[in-house]
């Protein structure tokens, strides 16, 4: 499976947008960028995902680069509910397996 | 009713007990999943299921035993676990994973604790 690559944390006020990187060098064309997050003490939670077009949902959109090689999940106004670890998962259509990397704890400032 | 069920929310056991986790859907999924998390730790895939069918087992070691008796209904048997077993085991279901758009929605997790 390819690998993602995110900051361990980030810190962000509350209010404010909020931009979550996620570099994937080896990603194939076939491989959809997925986003997940769990909030403490909870299972994960689907976020979004998308392919090579920018995507946006009620929760969040997702910026995809020209090269596919980076993507960024824009909360567009964070709120203290926002406070989790998010996930950058790559999966290929068609494969069962969804494979957490470590992920980006965000913390929101009151 | 998107929600998945896991039952119970905690769960201590001896290394000689047997003792099985439950997770349930109500929303006509056809994959269901379970996961491990450790403290700390991204979760960890254990086992697929699809169309009640076994289709991934990722090497867990035999005393735990998975089960889908019918399409909403998923449970996971545990025999003989070491403490180091202990984690949260999270189970989720998905749309059938053949098709472009499948979230896998996630229970909210059985901890289980190995004394």
């Known amino acids: 499976d390819a690998k993602t690559t995110q900051p361990n944390s980030m810190e962000s006020n509350e209010e404010e947008p909020v931009h979550l990187p996620c570099n994937h060098s080896?990603?194939?064309?076939?491989?959809?960028i997925h986003w997940y997050r769990q909030l403490p003490s909870q299972g994960p939670e689907y976020v979004i995902h998308?392919?090579?077009s920018n995507v946006n949902n009620r929760m969040a959109s997702l910026a995809i680069a020209e090269d596919r090689k980076s993507s960024t999940l824009i909360l567009h106004r964070a709120t203290l509910r926002d406070a989790a670890v998010y996930y950058c998962i790559l999966r290929w259509f068609g494969n069962e397996k969804l494979t957490f990397g470590t992920g980006t704890r965000l913390t929101i400032i009151p | 009713d998107t929600e998945v069920t896991q039952t119970p929310k905690h769960l201590v056991m001896g290394m000689t007990n047997k003792k099985s986790l439950k997770c349930e859907q109500h929303m006509g999924h056809r994959a269901m999943y379970w996961y491990k998390q450790k403290a700390k730790k991204p979760p960890e895939l254990m086992f697929v299921?699809?169309?009640?069918?076994?289709?991934i087992n990722e090497s867990v070691p035999s005393r735990f035993s998975p089960e889908c008796p019918n399409s909403s209904l998923l449970n996971l048997h545990l025999h003989a676990l070491q403490p180091e077993d202990s984690a949260l085991y999270l189970c989720a279901s998905s749309q059938d994973w053949r098709e472009y758009s499948y979230e896998q929605y996630f229970g909210p997790g059985t901890r289980l604790t190995v004394t």
């Open positions: 299921y699809s169309y009640e069918k076994l289709s």
């Open positions: 998308g392919l090579t």
């Open positions: 080896t990603i194939s064309g076939t491989d959809y």
